[in-house]
């Protein structure tokens, strides 16, 4: 089984609370990832790239960029786009970004998390520990 797939089958939600922080998971004991949508994206961009170096490139430089979207409910949420497909956790699949809209009600922003507010986020997730 792949990296990937590990977080797709052993992912299972939690909010962060009321400060967002942003983070890489790591399986728990029980080889599960547990974290929210924000974590979801950003740890399938780092088992997708192998290596933090390749995914500060790929998020600065390169094709991934955390979008944000509304849900059908309403409600923000975390999408990763990376090279030309979609990935979250209520997908749990690389998508293209209409079967994202059309399947799971998903209605983009023209606003990406650009790189710095990714950093951020992160610092603020390890600062909270």
């Known amino acids: 089984m792949t990296p990937i797939n590990d977080l797709v089958t052993g992912f299972k939600y939690e909010s962060d609370g009321k400060i967002d922080t942003w983070s890489i998971l790591q399986p728990n004991a029980d080889g599960e990832y547990v974290g929210d949508c924000d974590d979801f994206a ?17 998020l600065i430089f390169g094709s991934a960029k955390v979008c944000y979207v509304v849900t059908y409910t309403g409600g923000g949420h975390a999408v990763l786009r ?48």
């Open 42 to 58: 950003l740890t399938a961009l780092y088992l997708s790239t192998g290596s933090l170096w390749r995914f500060w490139f790929e």
């Open 82 to 129: 990376y090279k030309g497909q979609y990935i979250d956790n209520w997908s749990l699949t690389w998508v293209t970004k209409e079967n994202m809209e059309t399947t799971l009600g998903h209605t983009f922003s023209l606003w990406l998390f650009p790189w710095p507010v990714t950093a951020i986020k992160m610092l603020l997730g390890k600062i909270k520990g």
